[in-house]
């Protein structure tokens, strides 16, 4: 589960002028729709201030050190435990116990945790360092989208 | 009892000394956090590690150079992990100078000499500070080393919880006011166990809750301890 944004950070050095087009290149972009997904990535970290505009259609990205979200922090903690209870997890990252269930589901479906009974939970499958992304909440927030979408 | 990591001062040490070796530029850095067993090494570099985003590895018994250089590869987001010692070694060296972050090393009792003295060359190359965690037979194997023992900036033990501490986490996590007495009777039969003193601390609670008591008399902490050290000597 790899991030579109990260994979555009690998192929372009901090302080060199690219534009959305090299860019597009670089990832071997065939087409127009993945070459817009590579404009609307740039669009999103221009608003986080990673990429800054020199000037029309050139950009710049700098090197931001990301803030450590609650999600990353149980990754770690997952991976440093290899077996544990929620409650360990829940301890250690000061997340909140419904962040932490939520993430632990939805490791469990993508493969990487297993839970033999109710308490224990077990890493089977260590994809590395990177944090996986958390489906559930993007599921989630897609069905709070559409229901917002169906009262308008 | 609220769920949470109570800051004590093993912890504070601990976070003392890597904010320190951040701070020591210019020279290599070795640190040693050591202790017996249930005295929170393990939860405190996890949690750290956690929160800092510093790397966190645990040593293996049959760890070889290459396997330890792979396995720091593998935790340094280095991808495709070399698989030989040479350019692994190198991958990692480039790697920790252009992000110097720490390296936790758990269970580092494992470590024989000779892979110690890999880690030792990393700090000396890198300057990234290098911890390695364990019980008291890592001090004595890093002793053995005179070039090891002296780029070692800190070698912090890990002591039994104190009385302060007790004061501290009753409050923290209880929401109850102890009496210095009190929090030293708890001391005293737990052996500064921080494991054990959760557990009285626990009864304390739900013996309050269940008395409906608004402050914590003697006859409460004897009860907790009876009920909490079942089956001990206290």
Same mark, same amino acid.
């Not at chain 1, 990301?66 to 440093?80: G, M």
């Not at chain 2, 000394?17 to 050591?34: I, N, Q, R, V, Y």
């Not at chain 2, 914590?216 to 009860?223: L, P, R, W």
């Given at each position: 589960?790899?991030?579109?944004?990260?994979?555009?950070?690998?192929?372009?050095?901090?302080?060199?002028?690219?534009?959305?087009?090299?860019?597009?290149?670089?990832?071997?972009?065939?087409?127009?729709?993945?070459?817009?997904?590579?404009?609307?990535?740039?669009?999103?970290?221009?608003?986080?201030?990673?990429?800054?505009?020199?000037?029309?259609?050139?950009?710049?990205?700098?090197?931001?050190?990301?803030?450590?979200?609650?999600?990353?922090?149980?990754?770690?903690?997952?991976?440093?435990?290899?077996?544990?209870?929620?409650?360990?997890?829940?301890?250690?990252?000061?997340?909140?116990?419904?962040?932490?269930?939520?993430?632990?589901?939805?490791?469990?479906?993508?493969?990487?945790?297993?839970?033999?009974?109710?308490?224990?939970?077990?890493?089977?499958?260590?994809?590395?360092?990177?944090?996986?992304?958390?489906?559930?909440?993007?599921?989630?927030?897609?069905?709070?989208?559409?229901?917002?979408?169906?009262?308008? | 009892?609220?769920?949470?990591?109570?800051?004590?001062?093993?912890?504070?040490?601990?976070?003392?000394?890597?904010?320190?070796?951040?701070?020591?530029?210019?020279?290599?850095?070795?640190?040693?956090?050591?202790?017996?067993?249930?005295?929170?090494?393990?939860?405190?570099?996890?949690?750290?590690?956690?929160?800092?985003?510093?790397?966190?590895? @645990?040593?293996? +018994?049959? /760890? &070889?150079?290459?396997?330890?250089?792979?396995? #720091?590869?593998?935790?340094?987001?280095? %991808?495709?992990?070399?698989?030989?010692?040479?350019?692994?070694?190198?991958?990692?060296?480039?790697?920790?100078?252009?992000?110097?972050?720490?390296?936790?090393?758990?269970?580092?009792?494992?470590?024989?000499?000779?892979?110690?003295?890999?880690?030792?060359?990393?700090?000396?190359?890198?300057?990234?500070?290098?911890?390695?965690?364990?019980?008291?037979?890592?001090?004595?194997?890093?002793? @053995?080393?005179? +070039?090891? /023992? &002296?780029?070692?900036?800190?070698?912090?033990? #890990?002591?039994?919880?104190?009385?302060? %501490?007790?004061?501290?986490?009753?409050?923290?996590?209880?929401?109850?006011?102890?009496?210095?007495?009190?929090?030293?009777?708890?001391?005293?039969?737990?052996?500064?166990?921080?494991?054990?003193?959760?557990?009285?601390?626990?009864?304390?609670?739900?013996?309050?809750?269940?008395?409906?008591?608004?402050?914590?008399?003697?006859?409460?902490?004897?009860?907790?301890?009876?009920?909490?050290?079942?089956?001990?000597?206290?």
């Amino acid at each position: 589960m790899s991030n579109f944004a990260q994979t555009m950070r690998d192929v372009v050095s901090p302080g060199e002028e690219v534009t959305a087009d090299d860019i597009g290149e670089r990832l071997d972009v065939r087409t127009w729709a993945e070459l817009k997904r590579v404009r609307e990535t740039i669009k999103w970290m221009r608003q986080a201030g990673e990429v800054k505009s020199v000037r029309r259609g050139v950009y710049v990205f700098t090197r931001v050190a990301r803030k450590r979200t609650y999600l990353d922090i149980i990754w770690h903690l997952v991976r440093s435990h290899r077996s544990f209870n929620a409650d360990d997890i829940e301890r250690l990252s000061g997340a909140n116990r419904a962040t932490v269930a939520e993430y632990l589901q939805c490791l469990v479906r993508a493969g990487y945790l297993r839970k033999p009974n109710r308490t224990t939970w077990h890493l089977v499958k260590d994809p590395g360092p990177e944090t996986p992304v958390n489906s559930t909440k993007c599921k989630r927030l897609k069905r709070l989208r559409a229901r917002k979408e169906k009262t308008k | 009892m609220k769920n949470i990591f109570v800051h004590t001062t093993n912890a504070k040490n601990f976070m003392n000394a890597m904010k320190e070796s951040e701070k020591a530029t210019g020279e290599p850095t070795l640190l040693t956090f050591h202790g017996e067993a249930g005295r929170g090494k393990t939860s405190c570099a996890r949690y750290f590690a956690a929160q800092e985003g510093w790397s966190y590895i @645990r040593a293996l +018994r049959g /760890w &070889s150079a290459l396997w330890m250089l792979q396995d #720091f590869c593998y935790e340094l987001r280095i %991808d495709p992990i070399p698989k030989r010692a040479k350019p692994a070694f190198e991958a990692i060296r480039e790697r920790l100078l252009l992000e110097p972050k720490p390296v936790l090393v758990d269970e580092a009792d494992k470590l024989d000499g000779k892979l110690l003295e890999w880690i030792r060359d990393l700090a000396d190359i890198t300057l990234a500070p290098f911890a390695l965690i364990g019980e008291k037979l890592v001090v004595r194997k890093m002793q @053995r080393e005179k +070039r090891i /023992w &002296s780029r070692t900036l800190r070698a912090v033990e #890990f002591e039994p919880i104190t009385t302060k %501490d007790i004061l501290f986490f009753a409050k923290q996590a209880a929401d109850m006011a102890l009496s210095a007495d009190q929090a030293e009777t708890v001391r005293r039969k737990t052996s500064g166990d921080f494991r054990l003193v959760s557990r009285v601390v626990g009864k304390l609670e739900t013996l309050a809750d269940v008395n409906k008591a608004e402050r914590i008399t003697d006859d409460m902490i004897k009860m907790a301890i009876k009920q909490g050290l079942w089956g001990r000597d206290v």
